[in-house]
């Protein structure tokens, strides 16, 4: 009688173990949830700009932040070209030399965070803020502009994380940009926007 009790204990002792271990194998490691900052790079339809940004997490995977831009604008009618007499790069109609500088307060969201490895993030993104425009005229005549406007956008995106707690976001977005007198020939300055980023989990 007794021997058939070491058989069972023998048989279902390592049965249970393996069970158990199985049950913690197969678990799927929770989301990385973490403060983020870097640096950022966009193509708008008019002109290119650089920023930073900073950004910490709330429940539900969410993040609140700041991120403030630099951006170069090109005039609608500005053509680059090549002197072909002197082999130089030239610019034709161009009126203005404006830039612009915003402060935007960001909310992010990511999604699919329990369906979708965790090296790959895809969010949706909102922010608004102030904008700040400086011109200064081709034409010494006209006076220089300073403008202070309205900016925000919506916007969607992946984040692709890399070792060492980096990553790469890239993101298209609709940035609204109003200010209320005329800047560089027009108050409405809203435009499409290509934005990359490099960030660190902090």
């Known amino acids: 009688m007794k021997y058939r009790w070491i058989?069972?204990?023998?048989?279902?002792?390592?049965?249970q173990i393996f069970a158990q271990y199985e049950?913690?194998?197969?678990?799927?490691?929770?989301?990385?949830?973490?403060?983020?900052?870097?640096?950022?790079?966009?193509?708008?339809?008019?002109?290119?700009?650089?920023?930073?940004?900073?950004s910490v997490p709330l429940k539900g995977f969410f993040h609140v932040g700041v991120?403030?831009?630099?951006?170069?604008?090109?005039?609608?009618?500005?053509?680059?070209?090549?002197?072909?007499w002197t082999g130089l790069p030239m610019t034709i109609n161009k009126e203005n030399?404006?830039?612009?500088?915003?402060?935007?307060?960001?909310?992010?969201?990511?999604?699919?965070?329990?369906?979708v490895d965790d090296s790959l993030r895809p969010f949706v993104i909102v922010a608004?803020?102030?904008?700040?425009?400086?011109?200064f005229p081709e034409d010494k005549r006209k006076k220089d502009e300073y403008r202070f406007?309205?900016?925000?956008?919506?916007?969607g995106g992946v984040d692709i994380a890399l070792e060492s707690q980096y990553f790469l976001g890239?993101?298209?977005?609709?940035?609204?940009?109003?200010?209320?007198?005329?800047?560089?020939g027009k108050s409405n300055h809203s435009t499409f926007d290509i934005r990359l980023?490099?960030?660190?989990l902090l």
């Open 67 to 84: 991120e403030s831009d630099i951006f170069l604008l090109r005039d609608e009618n500005q053509i680059d070209v090549i002197d072909p």
């Open 170 to 184: 890239l993101r298209l977005q609709y940035r609204f940009i109003k200010f209320n007198d005329k800047f560089a």
């Open 197 to 200: 980023e490099i960030g660190k």
């Open 23 to 54: 049950k913690y194998l197969l678990k799927d490691p929770e989301p990385q949830v973490s403060k983020q900052g870097g640096v950022a790079f966009s193509v708008v339809e008019l002109g290119t700009g650089f920023g930073g940004f900073y």
């Open 97 to 115: 030399n404006a830039y612009m500088m915003d402060l935007m307060v960001t909310l992010k969201k990511r999604l699919l965070p329990y369906d």
């Open 7 to 15: 058989i069972l204990i023998i048989i279902f002792i390592p049965l």
């Open 128 to 135: 608004v803020g102030p904008v700040y425009g400086i011109n």
């Open 149 to 155: 406007g309205l900016s925000g956008y919506g916007a």
